[in-house]
């Protein structure tokens, strides 16, 4: 008995990790530029036709925020969002959702989904290929900004008079 319980906490946990994963692939995918979805997909999509199953179509999300990051929450706006989820041949289905308007980067970014999806060989050539580049470039992209923001940074102080003592 001890040995199914063990076997199925293993099982739930494999599961967790691959969810993990793939939410992980997916974010880089809704973050990359078009450009370099684009280019990338021409590297590894070898040629794959790709069938539209809805969208991509463009909506609107209520975005919502919090005073402090820790307050009531309270609804900040609406943010443009664009979806789609698309077929390869081999019929797995990805789904995308990006920020903006972009119709192709959504179109892409599930594209890449499917493909993470489609079996362990093509899940580590996309990790490897594509996942990570994506990320370093998001990383790079946000030093870059970190930097700037820094170099524009003004540190107010006053100094103390000598006919207030």
Known sequence: ????????????QANEQHIEARR?????????????????????????????VRGPEVGLVMVRGRVGGGGAPFNLGEASVTRASVRLGEGTVGHAMTLGRDLERARLAASFDALWQLDAAHRDMVESRVVLP????????????????EATRVDFFTMARGEDE
């Open 1 to 12: 008995m001890a040995e199914k319980s063990a076997s199925g906490e293993a099982r739930e």
């Open 134 to 149: 994506i990320e370093a470039a998001i990383a790079e992209a946000e030093t870059k900004a970190r930097e700037e923001t």
């Open 24 to 52: 992980r692939a997916v974010s880089a995918f809704a973050q990359a530029e078009t450009d370099m979805l684009a280019r990338l997909w021409e590297e590894v999509g070898e040629g794959r036709p790709i069938a539209a």
